[in-house]
């Protein structure tokens, strides 16, 4: 995974509470475990509708996504993360994430961010009323600022260390190699080894 530091891109509000995983990624998509190949297929079922937010020019190659409060609630696939990462977003930022999405963010880099409803508010309007605005997330310093917003958010310390160093499960695996080594060594010869 990729360290992430710090992300300047365009805002897409949408304004929606309690978006489930079906509906960031529906089930009739989820035929490979593959990382790839999911991001056409955000949101398809508001897309297909018509008149969706997100596909308004002003919008398009967003990189951080405002939402409304309970994000990622629903079933736990780990796909949901995978597809917005891939349909360009970097950040989401939202009053609060259902627990194991936010957790699934975290495993590949996506930055999941809970701020007060009212900051919230500010950036929804502020992508709203003015749709090419920019923001700049900067997770170094805890800090947001979006046209004349200047936000702070409080990150889990190790989920910081973590994606400023660019670890994933895997990585924080191979920093323990030495003591991976070590157990195996003194493990007995007839029991199966690591190699």
Same mark, same amino acid.
């Given at each position: 995974?990729?360290?992430?530091?710090?992300?300047?891109?365009?805002?897409?509000?949408?304004?929606?509470?309690?978006?489930?995983?079906?509906?960031?990624?529906?089930?009739?998509?989820?035929?490979?475990?593959?990382?790839?190949?999911?991001?056409?297929?955000?949101?398809? %079922?508001?897309?297909? @509708?018509?008149? *969706?937010?997100?596909?308004?020019?002003?919008?398009? +190659?967003?990189?951080? $996504?405002? &939402?409304?409060?309970?994000?990622?609630?629903?079933?736990?696939?780990?796909?949901?993360?995978?597809?917005?990462?891939?349909?360009?977003? %970097?950040?989401?930022? @939202?009053?609060? *994430?259902?627990?194991?999405?936010?957790?699934?963010? +975290?495993?590949?880099? $996506?930055? &999941?961010?809970?701020?007060?409803?009212?900051?919230?508010?500010?950036?929804?309007?502020?992508?709203?009323?003015?749709?090419?605005?920019?923001?700049?997330?900067?997770?170094?310093?805890?800090?947001?600022?979006?046209?004349?917003?200047?936000?702070?958010?409080?990150?889990?310390?190790?989920?910081?260390?973590?994606?400023?160093?660019?670890?994933?499960?895997?990585?924080?695996?191979?920093?323990?190699m030495d003591r991976i080594r070590e157990f195996e060594a003194r493990r007995p010869a007839w029991m199966?080894?690591?190699?």
């Amino acid at each position: 995974m990729k360290a992430f530091t710090r992300v300047t891109g365009r805002i897409a509000p949408l304004d929606r509470a309690d978006v489930d995983t079906d509906q960031i990624i529906p089930k009739q998509f989820l035929k490979s475990i593959e990382r790839t190949g999911y991001g056409q297929h955000l949101f398809y %079922d508001w897309r297909k @509708a018509g008149d *969706f937010v997100l596909d308004k020019p002003a919008h398009r +190659g967003a990189r951080i $996504l405002v &939402a409304g409060p309970n994000f990622g609630c629903g079933s736990s696939r780990e796909h949901a993360p995978w597809t917005l990462q891939e349909a360009g977003f %970097d950040v989401i930022i @939202a009053p609060s *994430f259902a627990d194991i999405f936010r957790s699934n963010c +975290g495993n590949v880099g $996506l930055l &999941a961010l809970t701020l007060p409803e009212a900051d919230v508010r500010r950036l929804l309007d502020l992508a709203t009323d003015s749709p090419a605005t920019d923001a700049t997330v900067d997770l170094e310093n805890q800090a947001i600022t979006a046209g004349p917003l200047n936000l702070r958010f409080e990150v889990e310390p190790f989920l910081k260390e973590r994606l400023l160093n660019g670890w994933d499960e895997i990585g924080l695996t191979l920093l323990k190699m030495d003591r991976i080594r070590e157990f195996e060594a003194r493990r007995p010869a007839w029991m199966p080894a690591v190699r």
